[in-house]
């Protein structure tokens, strides 16, 4: 699913996929105060949209329902940063560009935004500069723009252990009927990690023998209890999602959006419209996620 805007006017376009934490344990901290996470991720076919054009001077422009909550953040922007850090490790073939982003996605979400940007930002900025790098010194570029930065480089079913980093494919994950729901309060990652109460729990195992719903089921998100303290919508959103039809919800990253997997994309839909409906201010998305087959 595509949403047609400005980013799709510029010559090179990227996708910037929402990141779903299908499951996230965490295991432990490392000295630098890190946690080590177990986690299996998947991708949405929604997210937003880059745009990359050459111009006379660097220029950053946003546009999409949540564009105007990141406008005025400078050189913060995790587009900007990624931009210049590639621009360092490339040299001279790093011409002045014109980058659009297509905010669709709700900001400090728990859904990876501002890291698909990135990963997307990299991505783009390679083809338009006509360069490549060594797959070890991008990862390690992407690993410096944060935590989630090298999984959205991949955008496909994963396992991810260490802080993000250390990532493995999961061809035979299934493409998942979604809807992403998330009441539009920010939450910062920070102190959902602060508020957490155990720190060496039980590493993911993935049972399949029953199916991959079963082997989700049976797995966890140990950042959910501290979030729901932060934001109580959570656990609104979650009963939401279930009364609606879900089969299994469950918060993703450090929150605060929701994910009900459904049986099939038909009520997926139907699921989002009843919810936009009973909570317009909120944010309802069906999407479904990419197969690991692909
Ligand atoms: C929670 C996840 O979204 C799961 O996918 C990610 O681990 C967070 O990834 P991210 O947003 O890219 O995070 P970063 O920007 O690297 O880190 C933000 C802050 O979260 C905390 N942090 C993050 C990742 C991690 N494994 N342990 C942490 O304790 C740290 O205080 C860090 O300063
Ligand atoms: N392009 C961007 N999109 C979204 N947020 C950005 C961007 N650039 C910088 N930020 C900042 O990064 C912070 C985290 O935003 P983001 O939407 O990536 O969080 P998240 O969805 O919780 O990520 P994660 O799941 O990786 O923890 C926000 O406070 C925001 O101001």
């Given at each position: 699913?595509?949403?047609?805007?400005?980013?799709?006017?510029?010559?090179?376009?990227?996708?910037?996929?929402?990141?779903i934490n299908l499951a996230l344990h965490?295991?432990?901290?490392?000295?630098?105060?890190?946690?080590?996470?177990d986690m299996l991720v998947t991708f949405?076919?929604?997210?937003?949209?880059?745009?990359?054009?050459?111009?006379?001077?660097?220029?950053?422009?946003?546009?999409?329902?949540?564009?105007?909550?990141?406008?005025?953040?400078?050189?913060?922007?995790?587009?900007?940063?990624?931009?210049?850090?590639?621009?360092?490790?490339?040299?001279?073939?790093?011409?002045?560009?014109?980058?659009?982003?297509?905010?669709?996605?709700?900001?400090?979400?728990?859904?990876?935004?501002?890291?698909?940007?990135?990963?997307?930002?990299?991505?783009?900025?390679?083809?338009?500069?006509?360069?490549?790098?060594?797959?070890?010194?991008?990862?390690?570029?992407?690993?410096?723009?944060?935590?989630?930065?090298?999984?959205?480089?991949?955008?496909?079913p994963l396992i991810?252990?260490?802080?993000?980093?250390?990532?493995?494919?999961v061809?035979d994950l299934p493409a998942l009927a979604m809807?992403?729901?998330?009441?539009?309060?920010?939450?910062?990652?920070?102190?959902?990690?602060?508020?957490?109460?155990?720190?060496?729990?039980?590493?993911l195992k993935l049972a399949q023998s029953a199916g991959w719903l079963a082997a989700i089921r049976a797995a966890r998100n140990d950042?959910e209890?501290?979030?729901?303290?932060?934001?109580?919508?959570?656990?609104?959103?979650s009963?939401?999602l279930q009364?609606?039809?879900a089969l299994l919800a469950r918060m993703s990253g450090?929150?605060?959006?929701c994910f009900g997997i459904f049986a099939?994309?038909?009520?997926?839909?139907?699921?989002?419209?009843?919810?936009?409906?009973?909570?317009?201010?909120?944010?309802?998305?069906?999407?479904?996620t990419?197969s690991g087959?692909?």
């Amino acid at each position: 699913m595509r949403e047609q805007g400005m980013a799709d006017a510029f010559g090179v376009t990227e996708e910037a996929r929402a990141k779903i934490n299908l499951a996230l344990h965490v295991t432990g901290q490392r000295a630098d105060g890190y946690h080590l996470l177990d986690m299996l991720v998947t991708f949405a076919d929604c997210g937003d949209r880059l745009g990359f054009l050459p111009a006379p001077a660097d220029a950053f422009t946003l546009s999409g329902r949540f564009g105007e909550t990141l406008a005025g953040d400078g050189g913060t922007n995790l587009v900007i940063r990624a931009r210049d850090l590639l621009r360092e490790v490339v040299g001279a073939l790093a011409f002045p560009v014109h980058i659009h982003l297509q905010k669709n996605l709700p900001v400090a979400s728990g859904i990876g935004g501002g890291s698909a940007d990135a990963a997307a930002t990299l991505r783009g900025l390679m083809r338009l500069w006509g360069t490549g790098l060594p797959v070890e010194t991008l990862a390690a570029l992407a690993l410096k723009l944060g935590a989630d930065v090298p999984m959205c480089l991949e955008s496909r079913p994963l396992i991810a252990r260490g802080i993000g980093e250390e990532i493995e494919a999961v061809p035979d994950l299934p493409a998942l009927a979604m809807v992403l729901a998330n009441p539009l309060k920010g939450v910062s990652t920070p102190e959902v990690f602060r508020r957490l109460k155990a720190k060496n729990n039980p590493p993911l195992k993935l049972a399949q023998s029953a199916g991959w719903l079963a082997a989700i089921r049976a797995a966890r998100n140990d950042l959910e209890p501290p979030a729901r303290e932060v934001v109580p919508e959570i656990a609104v959103i979650s009963a939401m999602l279930q009364t609606e039809g879900a089969l299994l919800a469950r918060m993703s990253g450090s929150g605060a959006t929701c994910f009900g997997i459904f049986a099939d994309m038909a009520t997926a839909r139907d699921a989002a419209a009843a919810l936009h409906e009973a909570r317009p201010d909120w944010y309802f998305q069906a999407t479904q996620t990419v197969s690991g087959g692909i």
